[in-house]
Each structure stands twice: as C-alpha cells, then as structure tokens.
C-alpha cells in the first residue's frame, strides 16, 4: 500500500479472513482503510475490496455516502415517509414533493381554521 498517506489516513492495510467459515465465505484479500473524522472526533474503520483508489478517496466516497444516508433519514422524519415507494430518481422525487405539498396545504389548512389545533 502508499506509504504517502493524508494526515487523516491512520492505516491503509491488506487483510485476509483467517476464520474458517468466513474464509470459505470470502477468500481473497481485503483492504482496511482507516481514518480520522475530525468532525466526530473518532477513528473510522473502512474494509473494502477496492485496492485501485486512494484511502483518501475511499474516505471521502465513505464521507460523501453517509451524507447521503443523512439527507434521506432527515426526508424520512421530516416528511413522515416511512419508506420510498419507488427507487428510480424521479419516484423518489415525486413522492419527497408530494409530501412538501401535503404538509404546505395542512399547514395552511390549519393556518385558515377557526379550530383550536
């Protein structure tokens, strides 16, 4: 592995599974990349089979996927969507803008009402 590692690089390391079942599972090598989230203030662990890319760039890949795991529970909560009906961007799309239309309309709804909510 690169010996010219970012600052934020711990470790960039070859390993096999030595356990029996796992070994059977999946024999060939893996990479461990390992990491300093400077944000969290904790030591991130990254096994991969990709041995072609940087740690760097399987750090910010990792970086850059967990924002988007971020983005789709805040839509989740935020919009009370349970899960996605579709998987295609523009269903996704569809239904993110469906609910912001049905919370804008309840919330004037609620806004016009004489009743107490």
């Known amino acids: 592995m690169p010996q010219n590692l970012h600052q934020h690089i711990l470790k960039d390391e070859l ?5 029996d079942p796992s070994k ?12 300093w989230d400077e944000q969290n203030q904790q030591v991130i662990e990254i096994i991969t089979n990709q041995f072609h890319w940087s740690p760097n760039t399987i750090g910010e890949l990792y970086k ?12 989740k909560q ?7 009906i579709g998987t295609s961007e523009n269903a996704v799309m569809i ?17 016009q009402s004489k009743f107490d909510w």
């Open 24 to 35: 059977i599972k999946y024999p060939k090598k893996l990479r461990r990349v390992s990491l």
């Open 95 to 111: 239904q993110i803008w469906t609910a912001l239309i049905t919370i804008l309309i309840l919330k004037a709804l609620k806004a």
């Open 15 to 19: 390993i096999e599974l030595k356990n």
């Open 64 to 75: 850059s996927r967990w924002q988007v795991e971020i983005f789709f529970k805040d839509i």
């Open 78 to 84: 935020l919009l009370h969507i349970k899960s996605f």
